[in-house]
């Protein structure tokens, strides 16, 4: 069985992998015992560009789905869930489209390495496991997580455990596989526990040190200038009949979009015309 090891093209989060490094190559040592061949898969694109591609996607999608209840009830949704709504009210169906193009181009280069093995290994998480309540340090453990790779490309996966951390609290590590292939994907995660026993260790949650809290990160604001204004958000929120609207939830709109901005931004500016979902037939693209 050939496995391959997943390598991705962005040095801040490889800065911020190397306890995963470590698990990971624990992990080798382990599938490499049981006979497998380890090879190394270098993905064109960073987390950061897994990530971009499946927030702007989810959040049009999400209040697309939930915008009668974004409407009528915002008041009773917690705030992570109500700000990614709100974050969401400034994206415009030409965003949403192009990022679908390019999701489409992240998937054919994505899957042409995974093809070329049985089953690919890739790091989970980023940091540790911290509070609940710690929303900064929540926000960063997802931000900072490769789990979104797989939820762009649709490619099965599992996540399982690959040892603890110094407090005895769990670390992760990602196994994908081929289109259709969960079958490989369990044998391998099977395999792996069986021979590591970590399934039956338990972690004390009452006796675990947390971790160092995290600031909250500094907001992007590099784009501001393509930004919509003040004036312009809160015509949308009443444009859509949101309960509620004041001054606080305009304003919080207002920065949560000028974030959602700087996500449009880095969209790549052009894109192919004949990968969109709709499709029904591909157009032959020229050759220049």
């Given at each position: 069985m050939i496995l391959g090891t997943a390598c991705l093209s962005d040095t801040p989060y490889m800065e911020r992998a190397r306890t995963s490094a470590d698990i990971e190559q624990q992990f080798f040592r382990e599938v490499a015992r049981l006979g497998a061949e380890i090879v190394e898969l270098d993905l064109p694109y960073s987390v950061q560009d897994y990530r971009l591609c499946v927030r702007l996607i989810g959040q049009s999608e999400s209040l697309s789905i939930h915008e009668q209840s974004f409407r009528e009830h915002n008041?009773?949704?917690?705030?992570?869930?109500?700000?990614k709504f709100l974050g969401s009210i400034n994206l415009s169906a030409f965003e949403f489209v192009k990022a679908t193009r390019w999701r489409h181009e992240i998937i054919a280069k994505t899957d042409a390495a995974v093809a070329s093995c049985d089953a690919v290994i890739c790091a989970g998480p980023m940091r540790l496991i911290p509070a609940l309540?710690?929303?900064?340090?929540?926000?960063?453990?997802?931000?900072?997580?490769?789990?979104?790779?797989?939820?762009?490309?649709?490619?099965?996966?599992?996540?399982?455990?690959?040892?603890?951390?110094?407090?005895?609290?769990?670390?992760?590590?990602?196994?994908?596989?081929?289109?259709?292939?969960?079958?490989?994907?369990?044998?391998?995660?099977?395999?792996?526990?069986?021979?590591?026993?970590?399934?039956?260790?338990h972690p004390s949650l009452r006796e675990s040190p947390l971790p160092d809290p995290i600031p909250a990160a500094k907001p992007d604001t590099d784009n501001v200038m393509t930004a919509p204004s003040r004036d312009e958000i809160a015509a949308v929120l009443r444009r859509m009949g949101a309960a509620g609207v004041d001054a606080a939830m305009i304003d919080r709109a207002?920065?949560?979009?000028?974030?959602?901005?700087?996500?449009?931004?880095?969209?790549?500016?052009?894109?192919?015309?004949?990968?969109?979902?709709?499709h029904v037939l591909q157009l032959p693209r020229s050759a220049g």
């Open positions: 008041h009773l949704m917690g705030p992570a869930l109500r700000d309540n710690d929303q900064p340090g929540m926000i960063a453990y997802m931000l900072g997580s490769a789990n979104c790779v797989f939820n762009v490309t649709g490619h099965p996966s599992a996540a399982i455990c690959s040892g603890f951390d110094d407090r005895g609290l769990p670390l992760s590590l990602q196994i994908a596989g081929r289109y259709f292939d969960e079958a490989t994907v369990l044998r391998v995660a099977a395999a792996y526990e069986s021979a590591t026993q970590w399934t039956t260790r207002h920065a949560l979009c000028t974030v959602t901005a700087g996500m449009i931004a880095r969209l790549p500016a052009v894109m192919p015309r004949d990968t969109d979902s709709a």
